[in-house]
């Protein structure tokens, strides 16, 4: 269990470093640049965005886009984005954090 605290505790602060979001009160952007930095710890991971994109699919496609070309920014992640149009979601559409080439720690 400390463990477990531990390791979100880390994330979240690095969620906010990384991020510059508030993700206390924006659900989407939290899991997605929580999703992200998990990517980055561990390379084959994917996450399922389903329950988010019944609300508001192209809300989420827009935070993915943006919350990528901050990465991008920030230099978590060292290869552009080259499609914005390539981020459609639907309610069967599994995301893979494949956009990019991550820096290496």
Known sequence: MEKTQETVSRRLDKINEVSGL??????????????????IEHKRTSLSFDDLTKENPKALA???????KLLCKKQILIKPIKDANYYSLNNEYMIKIRFGIFKEN
Do not use: G, M, R, T
């Not at 508030?22 to 990517?39: G, Q, R």
């Not at 935070?63 to 990528?68: D, G, R, T």
């Open 22 to 39: 508030n993700y206390e009160s924006n659900v989407a952007n939290w899991i997605l640049i929580d999703f992200l930095i998990l990517d």
């Open 62 to 68: 827009y935070q993915i886009k943006n919350a990528l």
